[in-house]
């Protein structure tokens, strides 16, 4: 009998814990294969050369943890995701420079009248809407749709956790997680567009290549 008490106390104990443990683990994102580019520089191949992609933001960027076959995720509530969609069209300026050793120079986006997200409300009567993103792709059509739940959809759009980030919840806190859209897949089966990542270690660049998508 004061064998098994004893096991019951060490099981609450170690119990007790692996709780705190977990959430540490979780809010470092150890258990998902997904990680956000906080720690490296967000940049766009060009003609073999990185340029910085601002105003793309490292922070609502993500990548797979493997190697093989990396995917692009990118925040899909936040605007400048629009900044993608030029890069996939060309509709940008290179501006070289030397401030950085690391990197060639910046981007500079042109201006189009194309608009590639919209946040539009999809109404269920007189009074009542949901908020949706609805993407573009260059002819105008809608290629995805989104309902801005704040959530992953099931579909290209997935919850990711900010490594190391947490944020205040119903008096606790929780890992920071917010929805990326899988920016690779996207543009794959919608625009027949390849976006591979090349990952500098040495130096934290993480550098987008995009190209016409290779015949199937």
């Given at each position: 009998?004061k064998?098994r ?10 119990g007790?814990?692996?709780?705190p443990?977990?959430?540490i683990l979780?809010?470092y994102g ?5 990680k956000?580019?906080?720690?490296y520089?967000l ?12 105003p793309?933001?490292n ?8 190697e093989d ?8 509530d936040?605007n400048h995701?629009?900044?993608l969609f ?28 194309n ?10 009567n007189a009074k ?7 993407f573009?792709?260059?002819?105008k059509?809608v290629i995805?749709t989104?309902q ?7 579909q290209?759009?997935?919850?990711i ?7 205040s ?13 899988n920016v690779?897949a996207l543009?794959?089966?919608?625009l ?7 990952v ?5 660049v993480?550098t ?9």
């Amino acid at each position: 009998m004061k064998f098994r008490l004893k096991i019951t106390i060490f099981a609450v104990i170690i119990g007790t814990l692996l709780i705190p443990a977990y959430f540490i683990l979780q809010t470092y994102g150890v258990f998902q294969k997904e990680k956000v580019l906080s720690d490296y520089a967000l940049a766009v191949n060009v003609n073999g050369k990185s340029y910085e992609a601002w105003p793309l933001i490292n922070s609502f960027a993500a990548m797979d943890k493997e190697e093989d076959n990396r995917q692009l995720y990118y925040r899909v509530d936040m605007n400048h995701i629009q900044y993608l969609f030029h890069i996939a069209y060309q509709e940008f300026d290179i501006r070289p420079s030397e401030d950085n050793p690391y990197l060639a120079g910046t981007v500079s986006y042109q201006s189009t009248e194309n608009e590639y997200v919209k946040s539009e409300k999809q109404y269920t009567n007189a009074k009542d809407y949901t908020t949706v993103l609805n993407f573009y792709n260059q002819d105008k059509e809608v290629i995805y749709t989104y309902q801005d739940t704040g959530k992953g959809d099931g579909q290209l759009v997935q919850s990711i956790i900010h490594q190391g980030m947490s944020r205040s919840s119903n008096g606790g806190s929780e890992a920071a997680r917010d929805p990326y859209i899988n920016v690779t897949a996207l543009f794959h089966d919608k625009l027949d567009m390849d976006v591979k990542l090349d990952v500098d270690e040495e130096h934290k660049v993480v550098t987008i290549r995009m190209n016409k998508a290779e015949a199937r």
